[in-house]
C-alpha cells in the first residue's frame, strides 16, 4: 500500500478538529502536487512530504491555540500537588493494605504470610497511586480548561509566604520504603506474639517438647509494642510531611528511638522470656550444662544490648549532625 | 536577509545562539513579507518560491497553516482555480489585509528608526 500523499494528508487531518478536516484536506493536496513535478516517482513524493515535515507538527501548525491537558501555566502546581497526594495516598495505603493482609491471612506457613502482607500492602499502594493519579489530573485539566478562557487576574494578597528556612533534605524515596518496612513488620511482629505463642515450639522427631517463649512474660510487652510500632508510624507521617530536618523533627525521631530501642532492650533482658525447659533440651542435645547454655544465653542478650546501644548511639548522632548542619548551612 | 552578520563574526562566537536569536528575530516580519508578497494572486508553492527569491527562508509546514490562519482572520481572499487538471487555491489580499499591511508597514518604520536610534547612542 503506497498513497503516499493521501496517508501523509490523512496523518495531519485526523489530528483536526473535524470542521476543518476538508478544507486541509483539499489545500493540503493542492499545495503537495504543486510542489511535485510531473509524474512524480516515490522519491520525489518523499522530499516534498519530507519538506513539509512530520505530520504531527505541521498538524500542530494548523491549530488556532494548543491543546493542552494540563498548560504549563498549571504543570507546576499540578506537578507539585500530584507528589503530595501521591505521597499522602501511598502512606495510607499502605497502612490499610497491611491491615487488610493480615485480617484476610490465607496461608498456615508464617513465611508465605510475610509475602501475603507485604502483597496486599503494595497493592493496596498501586492501585491507590493509579487513582490518586487519575484524580488528580482529572480535576486539573477541569480547574486548567476553566482558568485558560479568563484573564489571569491577580492579587499581591494572594503571593504565596515565604518558606521557612531551608534545612537538609529528608529523602522521600526512603523515608516510603522506610514505612513499608515498618507498618509490614511492626504488624507482623505484633501478630507473631499475639497470635503465634504457642507455635513457637520445640519439637523433636515430632514429638513436642517444649514452648519457647514464656506467655506470661511476653503478653504485658505488647501494649508497649503496638504503642512503639504507632509511635514509629507517626514519626515517619511526619518525616514525610515536613520533609526537612527541623528541630522539632529531630527531637521526635530521637525520642522515637529511645523509646522503641528500650523497650526491645527491656524485652530481651526480662528474666524467664525463654522457658527454662529450652536450655534443659539444649543441655541435654549437647555437651554443655544447663549453667553454660544459660550463661551463654545471657552473654548473647548482653551482645545484643550493646549492638542495639551502639546502633541507636550512632543514628541518633547521625540524625544531629545532618539537622545541625543544615541550620547553619541556611 | 542573509547570515552574513553572522560570517563576519568570529568564529569563537557561539553560532548556534545566534542563528536561534535571528531566527526569532526574523520571525515576526515574516508575516509582513508573506502579506506584502500577496499583493497579488498567489497560490500557495508560487508564494513560497516568491519569498525565496527574495530572500525569505520559510518552511512549507510554517507557511502553509499560515495561509490558512490569515484567511480565517479575514485578511486574504480566497479562490479555488478549477479550470487546470488540478485545482488550486489562490489567495489574495483584501481590503482589510492592505490596510493591515498599511499598518504594519508603518510600525516597522518606526521600530527600524527607534531601534536605530538607540544602536547608535553608544
Known amino acids: ?330 | 536577509m542573509t547570515y552574513s552578520i553572522m560570517k563576519m563574526r568570529g568564529d569563537h562566537m557561539d553560532q548556534n545562539l545566534i542563528q536561534n536569536l535571528t531566527i526569532e528575530l526574523k520571525r515576526g516580519t515574516q508575516i509582513i513579507l508573506v502579506l506584502q508578497t500577496l499583493k497579488k494572486d498567489q497560490y500557495g508553492y508560487s508564494l513560497l518560491q516568491d519569498l525565496d527569491k527574495r530572500g525569505v527562508q520559510m518552511e512549507a509546514g510554517t507557511l502553509y497553516p499560515l495561509l490558512r490562519r490569515l484567511e480565517s482572520q479575514g485578511l486574504l481572499e480566497s479562490t479555488w482555480d478549477t479550470t487546470e487538471t488540478r485545482p488550486r487555491k489562490y489567495y489574495r489580499l483584501n481590503h482589510e489585509g492592505q490596510k493591515v499591511l498599511e499598518a504594519m508597514k508603518q510600525v516597522w518604520q518606526e521600530i527600524v528608526s527607534d531601534m536605530n536610534a538607540m544602536l547608535e547612542e553608544e
Request: charged fraction near 20%; glycine fraction near 4%; avoid cysteine.
Open chain 1, 1 to 330: 500500500m503506497k498513497q503516499y500523499i493521501e496517508r501523509y494528508i490523512y496523518a495531519v487531518t485526523k489530528r483536526l478538529p473535524e470542521s476543518s478536516r476538508d478544507e486541509v484536506k483539499e489545500e493540503l493536496k493542492a499545495h503537495i502536487h504543486d510542489m511535485l513535478p510531473k509524474d512524480p516517482k516515490d522519491e520525489d513524493i518523499e522530499k516534498v512530504l519530507k519538506t513539509l515535515g512530520n505530520p504531527r507538527k505541521l498538524a500542530n501548525n494548523y491549530q488556532d491555540e494548543a491543546s493542552y491537558v494540563i498548560s504549563p501555566l498549571y504543570y507546576h502546581d499540578y506537578i507539585n500537588t500530584l507528589k503530595l497526594v501521591l505521597i499522602i495516598i501511598f502512606s495510607v495505603q499502605v497502612v490499610l493494605g497491611t491491615i487488610d493482609g493480615i485480617i484476610h491471612l490465607e496461608s498456615n506457613n508464617f513465611f508465605e504470610q510475610v509475602f501475603e502482607v507485604f502483597g496486599s500492602a503494595l497493592g493496596h499502594a498501586w492501585s491507590g497511586l493509579f487513582a490518586g493519579f487519575a484524580w488528580v489530573t482529572l480535576i486539573f485539566w477541569i480547574i486548567d480548561y476553566n482558568m485558560r478562557k479568563k484573564p489571569q487576574d491577580w492579587s499581591i494578597k494572594d503571593l504565596p509566604e515565604l518558606p521557612q528556612k531551608k534545612t537538609t533534605k529528608i529523602s522521600r524515596a526512603s523515608t516510603m520504603v522506610e514505612l513499608v518496612f515498618h507498618v509490614v513488620f511492626s504488624a507482623l511482629f505484633i501478630a507473631l506474639f499475639l497470635n503465634y505463642l504457642d507455635d513457637l515450639v520445640i519439637d523433636i522427631d515430632g514429638v513436642f517438647v517444649t514452648e519457647i517463649f514464656n506467655q506470661a512474660k511476653v503478653l504485658p510487652f505488647i501494649p508497649y509494642f503496638i504503642g512503639s510500632a504507632i509511635f514509629g508510624l507517626i514519626v515517619i507521617l511526619v518525616k514525610l510531611y515536613v520533609g526537612h530536618w527541623r528541630y522539632q523533627v529531630a527531637i521526635l525521631y530521637t525520642a522515637y528511638e529511645i523509646f522503641s530501642s528500650s523497650i526491645i532492650i527491656l524485652f530481651i533482658r526480662t528474666n524467664g522470656l525463654i522457658k527454662s525447659s529450652v536450655f534443659d533440651t539444649i543441655a541435654n542435645y549437647t555437651d554443655f550444662t544447663f549453667d553454660q547454655v544459660l550463661n551463654g544465653f545471657n552473654s548473647g542478650v548482653n551482645v545484643i544490648t550493646g549492638i542495639i546501644i551502639i546502633v541507636l548511639v550512632l543514628e541518633i548522632t547521625f540524625t544531629w549532625i545532618k539537622t545541625i548542619k543544615g541550620y547553619k548551612k541556611a
